[in-house]
């Protein structure tokens, strides 16, 4: 019954037709730029015979990981045209080029244009795609470290677009509104671990939530973590201004290291809270099973997740995610549950909770029941029970 609701929830409330209408238009943005991007690298040149995207890495010149992104940007471009074809060499994947790259027959301004229609907040998607595409070349061949400054608040230039693309975009924002009201409908009280906290779309939401319930006192703990010393000094100042009566604790937590092992006792938690950031565990089931560990009996995970579409549908953020050596390589690869990088799609999300051991796992909203209303929707809230 809490899914069916949460579900209609989605529909009438959240997803509001300028939301769907913000998505359909960045899928088309990202093909775009994907498009310009192909012909600004001489990918027809380079595909005139069958190349596996390490291949194409070389040719070019990037750093060895950049064969990560190029393979996300082809299959992108093989699911959406039929201009390239793929093949499997001894399970090496390679992308040929059959036919002329079609043209565009969108025009980016118009996109943004339409965008800006919307409301002014929603350019800041385009913004960041914009940032992806002009910055690629730069980040995958003279400094494969640039992205991963940004990620962590280490460029100063560059921290005020980050924490829009983050917080005040709505089609970001949204994962934070869809977490808190789950974690309302799930969790009855007790102590939350946020992982992966950064610059603070979870904490924020919720508090802001429960607090407009006058139900904050539901939170009896709350320990915020991040690898970022940056995000986790900034989100703190924030939240300690605006809910000082909240008992929260401000840690530095590697979810690619067990919980246990960071000062975080078994049996400890209530709840695990994540939005956007599970997903990149080195190793997704051993971090489940860590998480596991570390709740009380019928404790709870609870992930606000960019999912796929499908099992290679690349994410139009990836476009400048991608360009960060973390996000590439810090998701371990597996054929059956994780065939790209990072995001998974529900299955794969099912897949990893039962082999970690968790029971009544569950994707909300229900997405089947919204395919016709949002066919582009991207985002949704993954739980299970310890």
Same mark, same amino acid.
């Given at each position: ?51 596996? =995207? ?40 390679? +992308? ?66 980050? +924490?829009? /693309? ?14 808190? &009201?789950? #974690? ?18 979870? #904490? ?14 539901? $939170? ?18 924030? #939240? ?12 530095? &937590?590697?979810?690619?290291? =067990? ?56 994410? =139009? ?62 985002? /949704?809230?993954?739980?299970? $029970?310890?």
């Amino acid at each position: 019954m809490a899914q069916k609701w949460y579900t209609e929830w989605c529909k009438n409330e959240l997803f509001t037709n300028e939301l769907v209408q913000a998505a359909r238009l960045l899928q088309a943005a990202l093909n775009w730029h994907l498009v310009n991007l192909y012909r600004r690298l001489n990918f027809s040149d380079l595909l005139s015979e069958p190349k596996s =995207p390490g291949e194409l890495a070389e040719s070019l010149q990037f750093t060895d990981s950049a064969a990560i992104t190029i393979d996300a940007m082809l299959e992108r471009l093989f699911s959406q045209y039929s201009f390239l074809e793929k093949s499997a060499v001894n399970g090496a994947t390679r +992308f040929r080029e059959s036919d002329n790259p079609p043209e565009i027959t969108h025009n980016l301004d118009d996109i943004r244009a339409s965008m800006s229609e919307l409301g002014q907040d929603y350019l800041t998607t385009l913004e960041f795609l914009q940032f992806g595409d002009d910055k690629f070349e730069y980040a995958l061949r003279e400094d494969p470290e640039f992205l991963d400054r940004i990620l962590s608040g280490r460029e100063a230039e560059w921290e005020e677009l980050w +924490f829009r /693309a983050t917080n005040t975009d709505p089609l970001q924002n949204v994962h934070g509104i869809m977490g808190a &009201v789950a #974690i309302d409908k799930l969790f009855d009280s007790g102590a939350i671990l946020e992982i992966g906290g950064g610059t603070g779309n979870g #904490i924020r939401n919720l508090f802001s939530h429960l607090s407009d319930k006058n139900e904050l006192d539901r $939170v009896r703990q709350y320990i915020f973590t991040d690898i970022s010393q940056k995000f986790i000094m900034s989100t703190r100042r924030e #939240i300690r201004a605006d809910y000082p009566d909240v008992d929260t604790e401000w840690r530095f &937590v590697d979810l690619n290291v =067990p919980i246990n092992q960071q000062k975080i006792g078994d049996g400890s938690i209530d709840l695990i809270y994540a939005v956007n950031a599970a997903h990149v565990a080195k190793d997704i089931i051993a971090f489940l099973r860590s998480c596991r560990k570390t709740l009380r009996p019928g404790g709870r995970v609870l992930f606000a997740e960019r999912i796929r579409l499908t099992e290679k549908d690349m994410a =139009p953020r990836e476009l400048a995610l991608n360009l960060s050596i973390y996000h590439r390589t810090a998701a371990l690869r597996n054929d059956k549950h994780r065939p790209m990088h990072c995001y998974l799609s529900p299955k794969n999300w099912l897949n990893v909770l039962d082999q970690a051991g968790y029971g009544n796992a569950e994707i909300w909203p229900d997405l089947d029941a919204l395919n016709d209303y949002f066919p582009d929707q991207y985002a /949704a809230v993954i739980t299970a $029970v310890a």
